[in-house]
């Protein structure tokens, strides 16, 4: 404004637009826009008033946008794919901590005759599973000497009873011997 | 009142604009006839959307920023329509142009011939700062931009207004 005060071209231009949009006002105060009829403000309110308003933020349901839903699906199916590529890693861990190594220990389960398999599996006097010596090691070892030691290998874990069982290949009778830790004998079942 | 849920309280808070909010959309799009239309649709949307208005603000300024809104997709409507018609009549014999018959006929005021020479941005700028006499930060806030931008096409559209009083409506100029 400090220039204008000093320069008598722009004083002169700012007068001359100041004219212009004065006279540009009258002329528009002077140019009826048009009025409304009454009919047609009555007929205007009543279907303003007959129209359902947005009660905006006070609204019991909001739709969402499209890209909520969008991200909704998205996050579904992701989900799936998951879960069936992690499927067998999931079940795994969830059998390891209910069984406690039960797959390894199938798998380290001998392939026996028929005879054997069917035959029930020795336990001791509190129900606990013993080892088995196989007929076939007997007979193998016979004459050999004992072919059991009495203080555990290194690297294994003690041992405080041992059963032997034999199975008649005739009649299926099974006898198993039970010994204690100095390999003295403690009792049979059949 | 209307906020609560009582629809009847509407036309008392509109009815003290209803020659403001005419004579905005008449200027706006030049044209009685739309500017009824937009006036209508502007009050309309202002009940179903009347939870949104921000009562910090002028329920008048938030009233014109509607009508600005609607007069502008009235216009870009009006100008596909006129893109279609002169496409059509390309293909019509010379001399039976219905849109130049049209716009011969057309009554256009003073004011309008000087509004014309304006850009769309520039003649709303024109109307909402200098006509009704907002200031810079509502205009900018009824046309959704800059404060820069209404100072920038304000300025342009007080220079073309000054040439076109000169030029197309001398008589303005001379006071008659």
Known sequence: MAHVGSCADCRAELEELRDAILRVKAAAREESAGEWRDAEWKALMARAAGQKADRGRSAPFKPRPRWALASGVIAVVLLAVLGVLFRESIFKFRGARLGQGTEAAKKEEPKGRPEQQLAPKPVDKKGKGVPVIQPEYLAKNAGKGAPLRKTPAKGTARQDVLSVTMVSKESGLQVVWFFNRNFEWKGDQK | ?176
């Open chain 2, 1 to 176: 009142m209307v906020l609560a849920g009582r629809s009847e309280a509407f036309e008392p808070l509109v009815t003290p604009y209803r020659g403001s909010l005419l004579a905005l959309a008449f200027r706006l799009t030049g044209n009685r006839e739309d500017a009824k239309e937009v006036a209508q649709e502007a009050l309309l949307r202002a009940f179903r959307h009347l939870a949104r208005y921000d009562t910090s603000r002028s329920f008048r300024n938030w009233l014109f920023q509607i009508a600005a809104n609607q007069a502008r997709d009235r216009l870009q409507k009006r100008r596909r329509e006129a893109d279609m018609a002169a496409a059509a009549s390309r293909e019509l014999p010379p001399g039976e142009d219905p849109e130049a018959g049209r716009r011969a006929r057309e009554f256009r005021s003073d004011l309008e011939r000087c509004l014309s020479v304006l850009g769309q941005r520039e003649r709303e700028v024109f109307i909402l700062r200098d006509l009704e006499e907002l200031d810079i930060k509502e205009t900018a806030r009824t046309l959704g931009c800059s404060t820069i931008s209404v100072r920038v096409n304000l300025s342009s559209a007080r220079r073309k207004l000054r040439d076109a009083v000169r030029t197309i409506c001398p008589h303005l100029e001379e006071g008659r």
